[in-house]
């Protein structure tokens, strides 16, 4: 377990900006996935990830597949991972070990499809990860969309228990009734061993899974159309060990492009890939804080002082992420006018709203409407970090904030965000852990 942190964040002074360059490392939400997909190979084969962020998650999905038998090594300080599947992997994770990890991330979800394409059968305890108000995040559209393949589904209180009976699944043409990022990656994996071929309409389109696909093929697997609304699948018997270097992220970008809207100044953010970052960059650009694509980097630059507003909404790839909206919402907490921001994605995801309000933040939840009125300046207070998107949220608002901010939780942060504290004392934000 990790341990439980704060962080204390002073204000910029008054008219200086934040300045310099940070490096954005591979995406947290690739990268679980991409580790999963290791289980697909025989026993022996030896992934190699590049890439990869020095972060809890990383570390939480490395341990979970340790204890079904596989062999993982780093990330060390050059984003390398190397997994090395064993012959045989455990597919019960309800014993207390797993079961625990499992517990503590999302992510684990996406041993589903691997572990049962592969070997047949699986058994998992109901996956954790942050509840963002409604209590536990269902996994039916996975399981669902896997039983068109020719999953069986046992439901035992807290357990989940898949089988495939005749031992390997088919083809099929999955309709998902919303385009789940968890789900298309389930079906992804599974597909690429079954017999023949599988159709997924109304498939997620975000880069990790145009990412998952790649390294998909690179093993062997004949995946066309990732990154659309329709993936075709033709399966294949054996996939061999692939290297492979995660797609940067998206949404630690995005954290470090509302750092400037917040705080003003002008950075370099290194590695991230501006291609993803299209309708951040539209909103941005309303406010007033330029964003261009620069040599491998994106570039961001604000003027000292208040954004103007701006509307928001989240939606599926290519719309705002949901991941995206905390931080966003942070820099429009300090505009100069009304904006309205509407999350359509997760949508009791308001922790953060109510933190930013002890900070003096003039916000109205209206159902999954958020209506935000610009104030002059937030002020410091002790605040809580409720996962890791609502810490993001905290930190932007207390670059510019009255005083000091501590911000309880910040164990969250680690989960996602690897170097925060070191690289955004780098480009001039006043941060330490308390
Ligand atoms: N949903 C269902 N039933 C399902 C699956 C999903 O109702 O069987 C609902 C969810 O409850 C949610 C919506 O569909 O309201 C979207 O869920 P989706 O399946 O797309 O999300 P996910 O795969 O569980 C990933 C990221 C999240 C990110 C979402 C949306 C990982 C580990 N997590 O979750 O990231 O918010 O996609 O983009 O990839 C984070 O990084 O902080 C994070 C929470």
Redesign the pocket.
Known sequence: MVAVSTLVVTPLDPSTGLSGEVEIGGA??SA??LMAASLLTGGGHVHTLRNVPAIDDVDTMAELLRSVGCEVDGPGTDGRLVLTRPDRVRTDLTADGPRELVGS???S?ALLGPLLTREGEVELPTPG??DFGRGA??????TDALEVLGARWEYDGAVVRGEVPGGRLHGGDVRLP??????TENVLMAAVLADGRTTISNA?Q?P?IADLAAMLNRMGAHVLGAGSRRIEVTGVRTLQAAEHSVVPDR?EAATYLAAVAVAGGELRLRGADHRHLDVVVERLGDTGTRVAPDRGAVWVSAPVGRRSPTNLQTL?YPGL???QLPMLVAALATATGTSYATEN???GRFAYVEQLGVMGADIVVDGHHLVVRGVERLRGATVSAT???AGAALVVAALRADGETRIEGAEHLER?YAGLVEQLGGIGAHIRTG
């Open positions: 947290k939400n679980l996935k991330i999302r992510a979800t990860g942050d995040r269902p996994i039916t559209m996975h919303y385009p789940s990022v968890g789900a997620a975000e990790e949404i599926p992420a949901t991941d994605v997760q949508t996962d890791i998107r996602g």
